[in-house]
């Protein structure tokens, strides 16, 4: 969950997790915390990139490893469920 409202699908996260019985962790993010993680993963990089997922990948990894030492993860669902206008042509 974000602290920008704008920006917050913890809601809709919460129902989705109800709704096919999972357990649901939430972790709130707020701007601050955010510009901090922002330079901890460049110093991981030794050129420059335009994976704007490496922060939100590193947050999401750092919270599941306090809970767990494996964890299967996905990408590609936006594609496959229409998440995007040009995937829906």
Not at 19 to 46: C, F, M, N, W
Request: charged residues 25%; glycine residues 6%.
């Amino acid at each position: 969950g974000f602290d920008v409202g704008a920006y917050d699908e913890s809601a809709d996260a919460a129902a989705a997790a109800r709704h096919i019985g999972t357990v649901h962790q939430a972790i709130p993010v707020s701007i601050a915390s955010v510009e901090d993680d922002i330079l901890k993963v460049l110093r991981h990089y030794d050129q420059p990139f335009a994976d704007s997922s490496a922060v939100p990948t590193y947050v999401l990894c750092r919270e599941t490893a306090r809970h767990v030492k494996v964890a299967l993860a996905g990408d590609g669902s936006d594609e496959q469920l229409a998440g995007y206008p040009r995937a829906r042509q």
